[in-house]
């Protein structure tokens, strides 16, 4: 079901957890390139988490303003020094161009700006979380926004659309996958809406829990793990 | 009064003309650099106008994904070929990165696009049109979303905020101004929701109709003119 639509919009007015919708639709932003989602869905939860104290680094194209950005993420220090997961190399943009980033690189990265303020960060497995511990964590998560935020890392082809996209002209990582962060949760329809940062290809869409946790579970071929979510 | 807050979700959710506002959001871009409020505006619009016909291009980065980007739109051969109102000069990133553009300017590669698919577009001065008139138009465009919308040009210190900001460093085209899309309109409040496209500096906000209306009354040093209101 589309955000916008009747019903979608309907869902949105009535859903049980619609806190953290609007601290992302204001921050929402387009991946750079194909290969980019988990950096520009980073970057729409820590915009988001400027009024939970989360310190922006200033982007020289927006100086002397604070705002996270695609491009400065990479520009940090500690995201400079992380492993990647794979290929034992260092985290940067072009590495991160060639297929992006599996489950456990994306926390990776991530925990290098969460660990600010008191902000909490944990990033699970779907084959070690159920479709149950996962509503859990999502019920918590959005009722705790605009001070918590949760992203997921999932195969597309589960939740009914083409698959991957994004990967089919690099094959170095394989596997289709993208991320995304949650915008609402709907306990009515059990249903989640996800905030794709693929703007050009996909809007916000109600998706059921259960077809995403399916999609979360898909073994991730760079990995040989099956994808999950991070809640920041 | 920020949208983020309580009083400005409450504002939202019963607001009588809300239907732009998720496909504004769906698509807000933020300005690729200090100048580009202009093309982020656009884009922004553009991209919302998708289901009402108006037809993207593919940029590079997207391929094969139709969708209009702020480096594309400058791709388009009639946009290159669109005389600037200030220099005589082709319009251009260059160009516009130098200071911005005009509401005339704007509204003249706007056209571009907006001429295909039946869409109407017209672009009025502030200075010709009272708050009564800029009430009446909002209204009737905010009613016909998803197939019309409307943007803003304006100076920020009539409605409060800090100016111009995004025009220090640049001093050709002169005179703070900014260029924002509608999200919404309140009856109740005759305010209106401006979604700006420098999320780095502010978040979209509900302001008095008649406050926005004297920030584009206000003169453009750039044109000698007041700036005013693009329907598209």
Redesign the interface.
């Known amino acids: 079901v589309a955000?916008?639509s009747t019903a979608g919009?309907a869902r949105l007015?009535n859903a049980s957890h619609p806190a953290a919708f609007?601290?992302i639709?204001?921050?929402?932003?387009?991946q750079?390139?194909?290969a980019f989602c988990s950096a520009a869905t980073s970057v729409t939860i820590l915009?988001a988490l400027a009024?939970a104290g989360v310190d922006a680094p200033v982007?020289g194209?927006?100086a002397p303003?604070?705002?996270y950005?695609q491009r400065a993420l990479f520009e940090n220090a500690c995201v400079r020094r992380a492993k990647t997961h794979v290929y034992r190399v260092n985290m940067s943009p072009k590495f991160l161009a060639r297929g992006g980033a599996t489950l456990e690189e994306w926390a990776l990265y991530l925990s290098c700006f969460v660990g600010q303020a008191g902000v909490a960060r944990h990033h699970a497995d779907a084959n070690e979380n159920d479709a149950n511990a996962f509503r859990v964590v999502v019920k918590a998560t959005l009722a705790d926004a605009?001070n918590a935020f949760i992203g997921v890392n999932f195969r597309r082809v589960e939740i009914g659309e083409a698959g991957g996209?994004h990967m089919r002209r690099v094959r170095i990582h394989a596997g289709p996958r993208t991320t995304a962060p949650i915008g609402a949760y709907d306990d009515a329809a059990d249903a989640i809406l996800v905030m794709d940062v693929?703007?050009?290809?996909y809007?916000?869409v109600w998706t059921p829990l259960r077809a995403l946790h399916d999609a979360m579970l898909a073994v991730d071929e760079a990995s040989g793990k099956s994808r999950g979510w991070v809640v920041v």
């Open positions: 955000l916008n919009l007015a609007h601290h639709a204001t921050h929402l932003e387009t750079r390139n194909q915009n009024g982007d194209f927006y303003y604070a705002y950005t605009p996209g693929s703007r050009y290809k809007p916000p």
